[in-house]
């Protein structure tokens, strides 16, 4: 298959914009890799898929803007994002920045995922 990572970042966001856990799900290899500053690093699709499912139970408000998608490799890109929400618990507003390198196997999947966060949250 081949395809564009840049296109498929914007489709992998449009899917967590949506908060659509089946569309994550096809996303992710079932090795795939997660690592951020934020949340730590985590192996494996359902691990990713668990961690997603209780950020967005804590930030269920939250809407990512990319303001950067770039294609690196015939297999990776980058994505320079903010986000905003609210923890659904404090009320407290949350605001991120940040960017993310993706890696695709040949397949389009998701096999790591690497955030950094340009500031603590």
């Known amino acids: ?48 898929l668990a961690a997603i499912r209780n950020y967005f139970e804590t930030y269920p408000d939250q809407v990512g803007v990319n303001s950067l998608v770039e294609t690196l490799t015939p297999l990776s890109g980058r994505a320079v994002w903010s986000v905003r929400a609210t923890n659904a618990t404090t009320g407290k507003p949350l605001v991120r920045e940040g960017e993310e390198t993706i890696t695709f196997n040949e397949d389009g999947q998701v096999v790591s995922v690497a955030v950094t966060d340009y500031q603590a949250f």
């Open 1 to 48: 298959m081949k395809f564009d990572p840049a296109e498929r970042i914007e489709l992998f966001h449009e899917a967590v914009n949506g908060m659509d856990y089946e569309a994550m799900e096809r996303f992710f290899a079932p090795e795939a890799t997660y690592v951020s500053n934020g949340v730590g690093s985590l192996v494996g699709r359902e691990a990713v």
